[in-house]
């Protein structure tokens, strides 16, 4: 059973910077679609960063677009979101997951794979 365990979020003050971590038991994440979820209280999960597979295509959502980088490190079969410029409403509980449907526009997690998250806190 793959398992998503994310981690490096916390309590940050606006402008500054954070890189999540995304590890997973079972799975070789090179392979696959990685993606970065969000959400935020009372609003509904939304993508944030994706990575199709061999990183052909990545997609970044507006809001944060210009300020978060997706990246992979193979040799440690980690995925990472470095996040600059954070603003209060970056505030959410972040998910890694997989089973993605990725283009430049959009990426919709059609699977169920969701660990507990790392909540991210952007406040002064």
């Known amino acids: 059973q793959v398992q998503f365990v994310e981690s490096g979020g916390g309590l940050v003050q606006p402008g500054g910077s954070l890189r999540l971590s995304c590890a997973a038991s079972?799975?070789?994440?090179?392979?696959?679609?990685i993606g970065w979820f969000r959400q935020a209280p009372g609003k509904e999960r939304e993508g944030v960063s994706c990575?199709?597979?061999?990183?052909?295509?990545?997609y970044y959502s507006n809001s944060v677009k210009g300020r978060f980088t997706i990246s992979r490190d193979k040799a440690k079969n980690l995925v990472y979101l470095q996040m600059n410029s954070l603003k209060p409403e970056d505030t959410a509980v972040y998910y890694c997951?997989?089973?993605?449907?990725?283009?430049?526009?959009?990426?919709?997690?059609?699977?169920?794979?969701w660990g507990q998250g790392t909540q991210v806190t952007v406040s002064s």
């Open positions: 990575i199709s597979v061999r990183d052909v295509t990545t």
């Open positions: 079972g799975l070789t994440l090179e392979w696959y679609a």
């Open positions: 997951t997989t089973e993605l449907d990725v283009s430049t526009s959009y990426c919709h997690a059609l699977g169920d794979f």
